[in-house]
């Protein structure tokens, strides 16, 4: 059983930065692509950034350049550095990790004030 927990979300204000932190248990070396999507008020669960384990990274449209994601293998841990937010990066972010299905973590919130 695969176990996914966020950290790190809170309030921020706009061009300020946040690090949020997935701790996974469980078997997840073979986990082809872990990585962050986000819910935000009135849209569609939208992806953020994903990495997969050959290190391929990708990333949405709106990010511009401004997170970057990482994995530690020994920790454990999927990081996203996010930098310059903005109001609109508001939302839950939610931490993914996909083996023979699709694992998911609860959501931590992220607020920006513009």
């Known amino acids: 059983q695969v176990q996914l927990v966020e950290s790190g979300g809170g309030l921020v204000h706009a061009g300020e930065s946040l690090r949020l932190s997935c701790a996974a248990s469980g078997d997840i070396n073979s986990a082809y692509a872990m990585g962050w999507y986000r819910q935000s008020p009135g849209k569609q669960r939208e992806l953020v950034a994903r990495i997969t384990s050959g290190g391929v990274t990708s990333y949405g449209d709106f990010v511009e350049g401004r997170f970057t994601i990482s994995r530690d293998a020994v920790k454990n841990t999927i990081d996203l550095q996010m930098n310059s937010l903005k109001s609109e990066d508001t939302g839950v972010y939610l931490c993914?990790?996909?083996?023979?299905?699709?694992?998911w973590g609860r959501g931590i919130q992220v607020t920006v004030s513009s």
């Open positions: 993914y990790a996909m083996i023979y299905t699709t694992y």
